[in-house]
């Protein structure tokens, strides 16, 4: 087994805990492992330690300790690289994340055993574009949701499906989602849970004010094109979740799949249904 990176999530308080019991399990099986600098002050010893962006550039994968949030950040910082994750939950749900904490040992012989697959999952880009000019573009590992921002004013949103108008609609906002974030924001606004290994783009309205919008799923090869029509200027384009960017009214928002691919890896006893029936089962969080 080559080099191995250590992320965890400083606020959770199982973290401290989770990551010295991994940090003392590769030492006594004489791996290399790196962290990165605020995950290196959570340890009792002396370790190898990079810049959270640096990290990738010195290790040939790395385990992550948190939820799906601490996840989806790595996977999104890294997705330029070939470096794959695997997420040890620390989190509620953890839809991400591979190993519980209640088989962390388990979990990490089977990873050092090879006995583990690398999924390549879909992933998003987005484009705000103004006055016919890219100002920015994102990448997005779950989703990519526009949204009306603190104001209780509906926005409408013209959506079209490469060029072919779909619907206008009026509410808070917009879900465009790939399998992977089928699980997310998209499916707490009544989207479907879509399997990972079917790439396809997901679209579910936000609390729309109208009887009849429903989610509708494009394919893999079309784009999806938003113009926007709001009374206010403080409409917002989130990614995962975590970023968010300034949208104006006139502004045209186009998502489409990205080239590049999230490189999850999967322990052998991995099963998607299993994690779902799991998950959604649990009743506290």
Known sequence: MQKIGLIANTEKSQS??????VCDWLEMHNYEFCL???????????VNYKFYNSLVEEVDLIIVFGGDGTFLKAARTFVTSDVPILGINLGQ?????????DRLEEGLEKLMA???????????EGRIIREEEVINRVIAINDLVITKGPFSRIIKLDTFVDDEYLATYPGDGLIVACPTGSTA???????????????SLIITPICPHTL??????????????????????????????????SVK???????????????????????????LRNRLQRSQF
């Not at 998502?255 to 249904?273: G, H, M, Q, T």
């Open 16 to 21: 401290v805990e989770k990551l010295n019991q």
């Open 36 to 46: 990165d600098e605020n995950t290196a002050e959570l340890v009792d010893r002396q």
């Open 93 to 101: 749900l953890g839809f991400l994340t591979d190993i519980e904490v």
């Open 114 to 124: 090879g006995d583990y697959t690398i999924e390549e999952r879909m992933t998003l």
């Open 185 to 199: 924001y998209s499916l707490s606004a009544g989207g479907p849970i879509v399997n990972p290994k079917l790439n």
């Open 212 to 245: 009849h919008s429903r989610s509708i799923i494009a394919t893999e090869d079309e784009e999806i094109r938003v113009e926007i029509d709001a009374d206010h200027s403080d409409v917002m384009l989130t990614v995962d979740g975590q970023d968010s960017f």
């Open 249 to 275: 009214p006139s502004d045209t928002i186009k998502i489409k799949k990205s080239d590049l691919k999230a490189k999850l890896i999967k322990l052998d006893d991995y099963n998607f249904y299993n994690i």
